[in-house]
């Protein structure tokens, strides 16, 4: 298939593009890195009007640390974030997941902020932000918020985002002590989305959790905080037995997905299977 | 060893260098000046009446040239004479989601899609079927009303003694088997272009010339003629580069007759070129299948009686579906010594795309079965997996109890060479838990001993002409899909003429220029238009000879011909460098409209000057340089071809019962694989860490490319065994698209070690049989034994994803628990088991069956009708 007829804008800055959003308003779609977006609109599930390029703005590019938090730009390729060296030092989570997404054309095109925004219930973005207690920043025409990350996804392809509102960020406060993370994944043969993502990051004090973080991406509508395993955790004996029965959680409350894949009832086990052995990992690379 | 010279060598296909730079043109490549594109209207259900179609809206839109239905081409056809169901656009009622209703040819893609939305079709809705087992009990609403039942075919096969054979068995097993329904996935989408010449004294559409991405260029000539009632000899079908087939492409597929109609009523060029998801809905691939299979077996392993009850899923329309279900049954023999068998087959019609063939046509989900269930066997009576399929080898030559001769037979040796690679001996059953291995054998036809086309005319024809340079055009009907059939004929010639790559040209499957083939499919090309090429090149080489022996003072039989030379028997070799200087060949593209430009070369007119004075200067001599041969040869004859073609032998053509025409093949492959899998216990995921593939072609002709074709094969085999499956709802394709149906590629494959095993075939030419199909069936199950190896499970229903997989461990889980409880029986005391609740349709008389059926209506005589 190919697209309905659009028109295509390059936005130079922030605000211009805040602006060109005021103007089209509905007509109008951000485009990032077109990795989500343009297969849709070739199956004519999404037929915007007007395309406000975001990508080219070199502002929204970057990954810093600064007074203890960690930022990250909206606009910044998923490759950007696998090659960071600052990331693999510290907060090695978000290379890692990198690594799980897609192929490599995916990665040197596609965007954080745009995968954030696209609330793919398989994406693996979310689970990652979800377990480091991120806050996603987003600019409109009213100025600037911050949204917590568990509070950023609200459904299957939804988020907080309001019209005319634009992701510009994505902060957290830097990992400190002896942290173990990892992310782990059960990839669809075919697309390679995640069945089930896990997302672990784990601060460790004389072998006991002194906090948890625990994000899930692929057996719900949206990705989701799992609490019951974080709660299971916290001041608890790392051993394989806490483990066990914190991951036993991991689907607790929610309403698991159902596709040709994976039926609700295998995801809910994949989920479990895997956040034991993400549990697991982060663990062992808590040193 | 014999000594070849081109022969055996890897060679790169000749046609690689256009391929990999980008240059070589596929269908969708091609373009004319006022060529139109058109796009399909698909039916949004799965069975309905078109009640009327108003497209005045989609005509009145600017751009818009023409909209085509179905009454502008009514005549019905299909790849098969006993199947002539299919029409170019849907005349009176769709079948299928996705069955074509209307063509809108626009001067652009974008307005043509835009137009699509403007018809309007009005529907009235029928009842549909989508499962098999409900569909053959149909009492009305038939798909096509003369098929009651909405069964195309079926067949009822006994060949020896079954009964008896089952009551002399020790061991009978009974299970029943599904395989899920797979599509080829061929990388290039089907694309078709269509040209009328205008008749130069009416200004009316005259010739007709069609470029297409098919496998079967005659066919589609054939099949053409039907639909727009004009003459073969007035239609031109050209095959360009094509991107992959593996069946899709071996039969006529709508867009291929759209084109010409639309092109017809449009008065221009038009060309169609499938989306990705609209070659789902072509389809054509393998049927999910029911195969209830029982195997009766001697203490030692003998196998005894065989007993097959399959129904396939076959869609809405006949397709290749009565040489599917015929293959089926007839590939239940020709690869072990069975004395016995009962074969019931039902191909069944059901509101989804056609199916039809796909790469190891009708044998791959019954092989799946079998190899599974002798492997169950195997396990039961206490013998090794690789013992069990010895004591049960043919003992060729010989004739099978289903009339199938089997010549060369290098099964022995892919079994060997795999248990030995892989250190089956030593690691089977001393692995780690979770891992496994599993062994399990397959065969294929080379081609059909009888072709689909009801006649006696040769299944191949090439000819020859060489140049009075040397250069050597070859004009072949074979149909290069990818599967190096070019290179192949190339190799050949050059063999028989001693030459070397460099100077043959390949013209192929272009219907004006080249005789005709019947086809690139049932893996016959190596085979036939193999020998054909054999035969052509020997029949110019005595031409040759019969010129170079004047000149040389001696009889042909002295004459040698080898590294572009000619020398006396006898003399010294000269220091030719034929082999070593392969070259990729220069080849002409698609469009092949202009081959006149090919010949007519200027250096033969000055060698053929300075030639004649040599000679008169000259006695005779012991050598002489192919092109002095080739002039010496054309000054004697004029012009100097040579033509050869196939008819595969009559004692190979097979019994006389109905439905014996497909199976018999003038030789058969032969493979083995041992996989390797780990299973995730707590996930049921499987990985393949390596295949070990032996496969015996007879002869490599060239290694490089039989070794891709069996990793190829390994490929689709354990797609289909993981994770590829059509999956329906209500009609409705669930997964159109490659990012939801995957088929592994080199990115995702295991390590594949190829064995070549060349049991050197009498009748093949140089001693080749097939290598691209054969070895796919034994994929699936040697997959199957090993994850039953890994972690004691049976999986029976293909694809065997995780959460299949996870289940049938929960199961075995759970009744190990229960025979704790139980005890007692000794299992492994030889005795009669049945699972699935042991249907007893074998015994009983099949299904029930309508009145109307013609089947029931004949009596006993229509029971194995064709
Ligand atoms: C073959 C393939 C495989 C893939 N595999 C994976 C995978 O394994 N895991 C995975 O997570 N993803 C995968 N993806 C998706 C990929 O990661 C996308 O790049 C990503 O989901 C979207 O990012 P983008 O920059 O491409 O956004 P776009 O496609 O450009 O935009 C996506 C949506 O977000 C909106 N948007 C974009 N930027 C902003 C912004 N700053 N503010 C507000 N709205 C915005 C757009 O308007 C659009 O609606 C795959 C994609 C492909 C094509």
């Known amino acids: 298939m190919i697209p309905t007829q659009f028109e295509y804008v390059a936005a130079k800055s922030l605000d211009e593009a805040l602006s060109l959003l005021g103007k089209h308003k509905d007509d109008a779609k951000l485009l990032a890195g077109g990795h989500s977006l343009i297969p849709a609109m070739k199956l004519r599930l999404a037929q915007p009007q007007v395309l406000i390029d975001i990508s080219r703005i070199k502002d929204l590019s970057y990954i810093r640390e600064e007074k203890g938090q960690v930022r990250i730009g909206s606009m910044t390729t998923h490759y950007q974030i696998e090659s960071s060296d600052l990331l693999r030092r510290i907060c090695p989570l978000l290379p890692e997941t990198a690594t799980h997404l897609g192929d490599v054309q995916v990665r040197n095109k596609g965007t954080i902020g745009g995968s954030l925004a696209h609330s793919d219930p398989a994406a693996d973005w979310p689970a990652a932000v979800l377990a480091l207690d991120a806050e996603i920043v987003v600019a409109g025409p009213k100025g600037e918020r911050a949204i917590k990350a568990d509070k950023f996804f609200v459904d299957l392809l939804t988020t907080a985002l309001e019209q005319g509102e634009i992701l510009r960020e994505v902060r957290f406060n830097t990992p400190q002590g002896t942290v173990g993370q990892s992310y782990v994944k059960v990839r669809h043969p075919a697309s390679g989305f995640a069945v ?92 | 060893m014999t000594d070849f010279s081109i022969i055996g060598k890897s060679v790169a296909l000749i046609d690689s260098a256009g391929k990999t730079t980008g240059q070589g043109k596929y269908a969708d490549d091609l373009s004319l000046p006022g060529m139109l594109i058109g796009k399909i209207l698909h039916s949004p259900y799965p069975h309905a009446l078109i009640k009327k179609i108003d497209s005045s809206r989609a005509e009145a839109l600017e751009g818009v040239i023409a909209v085509v239905t179905g009454p502008d081409a009514p005549n019905k056809y299909g790849i098969l004479p006993v199947g002539h169901d299919e029409t170019a656009l849907a005349v009176e009622k769709v079948r299928y989601v996705g069955d074509n209703v209307a063509c809108v040819v626009a001067i652009s893609e974008s307005i043509a899609e835009q137009a699509l939305d403007l018809i309007q079709v009005d529907y009235e809705l029928l009842p549909a079927w989508f499962d098999p087992e409900d569909s053959m009990k149909a009492e009305k609403d038939w798909i096509h009303p003369q098929r009651p039942n909405n069964i195309e075919k079926d067949y009822h096969h006994v060949f020896g003694d079954p009964e008896k054979g089952f009551a002399e068995s ?122 209830d299979l029982k195997t009766g077996v001697k203490k030692d392993g003998r196998i005894t009686s065989v007993a097959a009850r399959v129904v396939q899923d076959g869609g809405a329309y006949c397709s290749y579906g009565v040489v599917t279900i015929l293959y089926s049954g007839a590939l239940l023999g020709a690869l072990y010594d069975i004395p016995n068998i009962r074969y019931d087959g039902y191909r069944v019609l059901t509101n989804k795309p056609a199916c039809g063939a796909m790469r190891g046509h009708g044998t791959v989900n019954v092989r799946f079965a079998f190899e599974s269930q002798l492997d169950e066997i195997a396990n039961r009576l206490g013998i090794d997996s690789a013992v069990i399929r010895r004591r049960n080898l043919l003992k060729p030559p010989c004739i099978t109890v289903n009339n199938l001769r089997v010549q060369s037979y290098g099964l022995p040796e892919c079994i060997e060479k795999v248990i030995e690679r892989s250190g089956w001996m030593k690691r089977k059953g001393r692995m780690l838990p979770g891992r496994g291995l599993g062994l399990a054998c397959s065969h294929y036809v080379s081609g059909a001993a009888n072709s689909i086309i009801r006649s006696d005319m040769p299944h191949s024809t090439v000819n020859i002409k060489i140049d009075r340079d040397g250069g050597v055009v070859v004009y072949t009907g074979a149909s290069d899909i990818g599967q190096g059939s070019d290179t192949m004929v190339a190799q050949i010639v050059a063999e028989v003429l001693g030459i070397s790559l460099g100077r043959i040209k390949i013209i192929a499957a272009d219907t004006d220029l080249t005789p005709i083939d019947i086809g690139s499919y049932s893996s016959r090309v190596t085979f036939m238009n193999g020998n054909a090429s054999l035969r052509a090149a020997e029949n110019v080489k005595t031409k040759i000879l019969a010129a170079a022996a004047q000149k040389m003072n001696c009889s042909p039989e002295d004459i040698v011909m080898r590294h572009d030379m000619l020398w006396k028997r006898g003399t010294p070799e000269p220091h030719g460098k034929g082999a070593e200087a392969v070259q990729i060949l220069e080849k002409v593209d698609t469009p092949r409209g202009n081959v006149q430009e090919v010949s007519g070369r200027v250096e033969g007119q000055i060698l053929r000057g300075s030639l004649q004075q040599k000679r008169k200067e000259e006695g005779p001599k012991d050598r002489m340089s192919f092109e002095e041969a080739v002039v010496s040869a054309i000054d004697f004859s004029g012009a100097l071809t040579g033509t050869g073609s196939y008819a595969p032998p009559k004692d190979a053509r097979g019994g006389a019962f109905k439905g014996a025409g497909v199976g018999p093949s003038p030789a058969y492959s032969y493979s083995a694989q041992v996989a390797e899998v780990s299973v995730d216990e707590d996930t049921g995921e499987v990985t393949v860490h390596k295949v070990w593939a032996a496969h015996d072609c007879g002869r490599a002709l060239n290694p490089v490319s039989v070794e891709g074709q069996v990793i190829g094969s390994v490929w689709m085999g354990m797609g289909q065994a993981l994770q590829e499956e059509m999956v329906w709802k209500d009609g409705l394709l669930m997964n159109p698209g490659l990012l939801e149906y995957k088929s592994p590629s080199s990115a995702e494959s295991p390590e594949v070690e190829t064995i070549i095993v060349e049991s050197v075939d009498p009748e093949g030419p140089f001693g080749a049989k097939e290598a691209s199909e054969g070895s796919l069936a034994a994929t699936i199950p040697a997959i199957a034994n090993a994850i039953h190896d890994a972690v004691g499970v049976r999986l029976r229903e293909a694809p065997f994803t995780p959460e299949r997989v996870l289940a049938a461990i929960r199961a075995r889980k759970q009744a190990a628990k229960a025979l704790e409880i139980t005890r007692g029986a000794d299992p492994s005391a030889p005795k009669v088991f049945r699972e699935h609740g042991g249907s007893l349709w074998y015994k009983g008389k099949g299904p029930e069956r309508h009145p109307d059926d013609p089947a029931r209506k004949n009596g006993d005589k229509a029971l194995a009708g064709d």
């Open chain 2, 170 to 291: 020790d061991l009978v097993l009974e299970n029943r088997y599904l395989a899920g329904e797979v599509t080829h996935a061929a990388m290039e989408p089907h694309s078709t272009l269509a040209a009328f010449e205008p008749d130069p004294q009416t200004g009316k559409p005259g010739r007709l010339t069609v470029w297409s991405s098919t496998q079967v260029p005659y066919y589609l000539q054939h099949k053409l003629s039907i639909v727009l009632e004009m003459p073969m000899s007035q239609i031109r079908v050209i095959k360009p580069l094509v991107g992959g087939g593996f069946g899709g492409k071996s039969e006529v597929i709508p867009l291929e007759i759209i084109a010409a109609v639309a092109a017809r009523k449009a008065k221009a060029p038009v060309k169609i070129t499938y989306t990705r998801e609209e070659v789902f809905w072509a389809h054509r691939g393998r049927p999910r299948t029911i195969i």
């Open chain 1, 196 to 287: 089930v993502g896990v997302a672990v990051n784990l601060s460790v004090n004389g072998g006991k959790c002194q906090s948890a973080g625990v994000g899930i991406t692929g057996v719900a509508p949206k990705a989701y905080r799992a609490s019951g395993v974080e709660k299971a955790l916290q001041g608890n004996a790392l051993d394989a037995k806490t483990l066990s029965v914190a991951a036993a959680h991991a689907s607790d409350g929610v309403d698991a997905n159902t596709d040709l894949f994976a039926s609700g009832e295998y995801r809910r086990h994949l989920a479990e299977v895997y956040t034991r052995r993400a549990l697991g990992t982060a663990v062992s690379r808590a040193k």
